[in-house]
């Protein structure tokens, strides 16, 4: 199941439970990030173990064009998590991309893949 930024936000906003991670890199991280925990994608194999209490929660994977995120589910899924999860861009208000890395003009993108 696809998420947009928008019921990411209202997640937030009611205060759902759910565990948010960013597959990107430590300095993309610390330019820009929306509150989640910081786990580069090479990282991702190693850190499953500590990943597996959550095996059951909702799990929502971001990065800045998808690829990332779509490859971190992948390894999710194949370590067992249960999903239904789908990746797809979507906007995130107030990032620091650059215009040339951004799929349009005057936006400010990312991706999340959720899991529940």
């Known amino acids: 199941m696809d998420i947009t930024v ?9 205060g759902d439970r759910f565990v948010l991670i960013d597959v990107r890199e430590p300095d993309e991280h610390q330019t820009f990030n929306v509150g989640g925990h910081l786990i580069p994608l090479g990282t991702v194999p190693h850190t499953i173990p500590e990943l597996e209490e959550h095996q059951e929660e909702e799990v929502i994977i971001y990065c800045r064009s998808g690829r990332r995120s779509a490859t971190a589910q992948y390894m999710l899924l194949q370590a067992g998590f249960k ?20 799929p349009f003009p005057g936006h400010h993108w990312a991706c999340a893949a959720r899991f529940c």
Do not use: D, I, Y
């Open 6 to 14: 928008q019921e990411l936000k209202s997640k937030m906003e009611r």
């Open 83 to 102: 999903t239904s999860g789908t990746w797809k861009v979507a906007c995130w208000p107030g990032s620091n991309f650059s215009e040339k890395n951004k």
